[in-house]
């Protein structure tokens, strides 16, 4: 099968050279066209990136020149495949602009995360409302749209909760996130600030979680989103780990769940099997037995680095059950994320003929007949 191009907006960051790492030998897609800020574009991404994954950076790859910033700056043909890892500030101003142009633009940024007619899609969470992206005036116009993977702390945090929604409802969430230092991108947060410490504060951090755990775990509802009625809590601090999010967890449910239940849900939850999506973990949400399970160093890179590792289940005293989650922040909260929507959007026709709007398709087959 041939490849489809993409282009990584933002490659040079740390979640733009996870998308590098994730797409280097991608079955599906092939990288085709890079860019970064002006302080990047014209030099080759090998001078431009300080490489900082534990694999080799790819020759070929470091042999591409960085391109400016806007889809009229590409050198040849612009992929219709855009894989964005920028600051949301940027993202806000760029990401629009490649919509236009026609893109499918799978972003990682907060920018339009909670815009109404924006998905905010965790595969085995929400596929569904993917069907937003319909609705955007992007799509109508230009064939293009914007979809979005949610906070690297949310993504880990909704896996594991929703096959306990689907089974007891969840009528309250308590959360405190212990998160890695690569969650602040290149070079992120001084050494001298984290080394040794915990910095209690991440910037709009617990009003992301808060409000994105809302809508991912909302229902799809004619053209909108009907949030979760549920009320979360979220404290969000940073730890001196490098790569891996974890998160205590408390619950409380609408109906009386056993552990054996919540254990089952848990294990029963593969939403995606048997549609052989490259980047999708055969087992979403793993449980862990060991009572000082789960950990950074040693659970991150379960399934690839795409599950949710969960662990420490017992009764709590304020809520009805808590636990310990896991993710690796920069593949399952980020790059890897996004590249599982992308292929979802592969395999429900969502790539295809990128660039015509859906309506001057209507008409052209309409002629053609
Ligand atoms: P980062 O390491 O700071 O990288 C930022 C990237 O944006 C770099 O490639 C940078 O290029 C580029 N950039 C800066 N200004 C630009 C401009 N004007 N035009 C085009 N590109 C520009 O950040 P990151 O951690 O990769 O995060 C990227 C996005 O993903 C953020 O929205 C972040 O919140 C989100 N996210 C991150 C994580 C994570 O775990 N790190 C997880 C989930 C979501 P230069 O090298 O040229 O400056």
């Known amino acids: 099968m041939e490849r489809r191009k993409v282009g990584i907006l933002g490659a040079t960051g740390m979640v733009g050279q996870r998308f590098i790492q994730l797409l280097s030998n991608h079955p599906w897609f092939e990288i085709a066209w890079l860019a970064a800020s002006d302080r990047s574009a014209g030099k080759t991404y090998g001078e431009a990136c300080k ?7 790819p020759r070929h790859i470091a042999a ?13 043909e ?4 855009i894989f964005a890892a920028l600051d949301a500030d940027i993202a806000r101003e760029l990401e629009p602009k490649f919509a236009a142009a026609g893109c499918a633009v799978i972003s990682n940024s907060s920018a339009f995360r909670m815009v109404a007619d924006v998905p905010l899609v965790v595969p085995e969470v929400n596929a569904d409302h993917l069907a937003l992206l319909e609705t955007q005036q992007w799509r109508k116009q230009s064939g293009g749209y914007i979809v979005t993977n949610p906070n690297c702390s949310a993504i880990g945090l909704v896996l594991a909760l929703k096959p306990l929604e ?9 959360v405190t996130t212990m998160q890695a230092v690569s969650g602040a991108g290149y070079p992120g947060v001084a050494s001298l600030d984290i080394l040794g410490n915990v910095v209690p504060f991440i910037k709009n951090e617990e009003e992301k979680m808060q409000e994105e755990v809302g809508k991912l775990l909302g229902s799809l509802n004619g053209g909108s989103i009907k949030m979760l009625n549920a009320k979360v809590s979220a404290h969000c601090n940073r730890v001196a780990v490098e790569d891996g999010h974890t998160e205590c967890v408390s619950v409380k449910f609408r109906k009386k769940a056993s552990r054996e239940e919540i254990l089952a849900a848990w294990r029963e939850f593969t939403p995606l099997a048997g549609q052989h999506l490259p980047t999708a ?6 449980f862990d037995e060991a009572e000082d399970r789960p950990q950074p160093r040693l659970d991150r890179m379960r399934g ?11 009764e709590c005293s304020l809520l009805d059950w808590k636990f310990v989650v896991l993710s690796h922040n920069t593949i399952r ?6 590249l599982l929507n992308a292929e979802v959007l592969a395999r429900t026709g969502k790539l295809d003929k990128l660039g015509i709007a859906p309506a001057a398709k209507s008409e052209r087959q309409a002629v053609l007949a």
């Open 333 to 338: 909260g980020a790059a890897g994320a996004a």
């Open 281 to 286: 973990p055969d087992q979403p949400v793993e």
């Open 51 to 57: 490489w900082k994954l534990d694999t080799p950076l």
């Open 304 to 314: 690839r680095g795409m599950a949710s590792t969960v662990g420490r289940l017992r």
């Open 64 to 76: 591409m020149t960085v391109e400016p910033n806007v889809p009229e700056g590409a050198k040849g």
């Open 166 to 174: 689907e089974r007891f409802g969840i009528e309250g969430l308590f």
């Open 78 to 81: 612009l992929p219709k495949i």
